[in-house]
């Protein structure tokens, strides 16, 4: 099982890479990205451990969209590099990245397996129809996310959330080791967003590496490992103590903070007037 | 007549029974295929690649000299091939929206297939069968080349089903499971092609719109899976081109438009029928 997991892919031509076991999950070095010359990450370097999860924070236009492009393989570097599990993203097709706003039509006509059993599609090859592991691998995937009640349901039919848990149980179908997901809670309500955060959690369980680009720091700094603060070069890496600083959150978000110093620590006010997206204010470290 | 021998009436006629196996492999052909066009908001491209066969059309004439409809055929067949590879082309490298690029090739060819048509006397006859279709002149030769494309679209949309509907639903997916994206975005624009210059006999270019989007569609407003969405297009493409044929039989219509006719009728009984249709809300009011 493990042995079969580690090699990311199938056996034929264009054969995908085979993990470096002794390989950091995530390793960036010196990466900077830009859109026709506009630099929009500059000198990026961090690594993640497999199993780790790492949020990604930062005011918009940070580069938080961006860093997951390049990561996937979607969006190639201008200068340093990516190894994922020790080779480069291109190489790999258990990378699942879920985009804030996917290009997915929703009125499609496809059930919620439908679209779980298209994370098998490639280890399946072509010409090949999914067999009863597959269907098996499905089913449990679906389980893994409590979508199974809704299985047979038209994707058009599904909430917020049911959608983003979804999408996570494609990547499972993948067998994915590596999960993107871009700003997962947006527009969720909070019984929707509570669903959602046990799910994200449990993929540690399976030896899934998380990364996720977030705008709330307050659930950045409760349900994951390490922060990664961005405002085109890194201005944070570590722990939510070592990184949501007075010093680091000025840098990065500018005049849109209020530090207040109140009895429990340091309250950080992060006013949402100064950027387009809907922010919440949320509690700092000590 | 009994509805019995008004069915078989037509049938002994030889040109009829050919019109019917046409009409039903094109119909049941390009409603399939056209489910790809309707998911994937390619309507205005797929008439664009019809109207863009006209050159082609003209061009062959001028070439090998007479309406050979063989000799048509192919060079229909290459040059919706060549269109669809130039708005991909165009669309890809040239910083222009896709529908614009689209919209310049299609109008441009057409004129082209016009201006080369009008340095030839006596091609007007002809002009309305490549326009508005003749299926009733479809000769046994035909048949064997239309079933023998028909077979290996569908072949192709069967074996690749998977992998086009992973492209076609999520594309960015579909990137990162590293699959050909852009080649079977190409695939599909081929498969298109052919659908349009086999249908051409059938429905003429002027109504292969309605052949490639009208079943599709109306599959779509009530089938809640692709593969079911495929069948129930075929099965209204196929119901339309035989209703069309004997709508034209005794009417004396135009084939081509009886059978788009028949489409478009289905369509809207499927859209006023269906449960959340005006029809059944209203039984379910005038009862509760």
Known sequence: ?286 | MSLLEMLVAPLRYPFMVRALVASVLVGGLSAVVGCYVVLRSMAFLGDALAHAVLPGIAAGYLVAGGANRRTLFWWALGTAVAVALGVEAIGRHARIKEDTAIGIVFAGTFALGIALISTVRGFAVDLVHVLFGNVLGVSAGDLVLIGAFTAGVLLIVLLLYKELLVVSFDPTFARTLRLPTTFYRILLLLLIAVVVVVSLQTVGLGLMLAMLITPATTAYLIARRLGRMMLLSAVFGILSGILGLYLSFYFGLASGAAIVLVAIGLFLLVLLSRPQGPIVRGLRRSRG
């Open chain 1, 1 to 286: 099982m493990n042995e079969a997991k580690r090699r990311c892919g199938r056996r034929r031509s264009r054969q995908p890479v085979v993990h470096d076991a002794q390989a950091p999950a995530v390793c960036v070095q010196d990466l900077s990205v830009a859109y026709e010359g506009t630099p929009a990450l500059v000198e990026i370097s961090f690594e993640i451990e497999p199993g780790e999860r790492l949020a990604i924070v930062g005011p918009n236009g940070a580069g938080k969209s961006t860093l997951l492009l390049a990561l996937a393989g979607l969006h190639p570097p201008s200068a340093g590099r990516i190894r994922i599990h020790g080779h480069a993203p291109q190489g790999h097709i258990c990378i699942a990245f879920v985009p804030q706003r996917s290009a997915v039509d929703w009125r499609f006509p496809v059930t919620v397996e439908d679209v779980v059993t298209m994370g098998r599609v490639r280890r399946l090859g072509p010409l090949r129809r999914p067999r009863t592991a597959d269907r098996e691998i499905v089913r449990r995937a679906l389980a893994a996310v409590e979508l199974t009640p809704l299985s047979e349901r038209r994707i058009e039919a599904l909430s917020g959330g049911e959608r983003q848990r979804m999408l996570i149980a494609r990547a499972l179908a993948q067998e994915s080791d590596l999960v993107l997901m871009d700003e997962p809670f947006a527009g969720l309500d909070v019984s929707s967003r509570d669903d959602l955060i046990p799910i994200l959690t449990g993929l540690r369980d399976r030896g899934v590496t998380l990364l996720v680009a977030l705008h709330d720091l307050g659930l950045a700094s409760a349900h994951f490992d390490r922060l990664l603060l961005l405002k085109r070069r890194r201005v944070g890496f570590g722990t939510a103590e070592e990184v949501l600083t007075e010093t680091a959150l000025r840098h990065a978000y500018g005049s849109c903070l209020r530090m207040v110093r109140g009895e429990e620590g340091v309250l950080v006010v992060h006013d949402t007037a100064c950027n387009d997206g809907a922010h919440d204010a949320s509690g700092g470290g000590p």
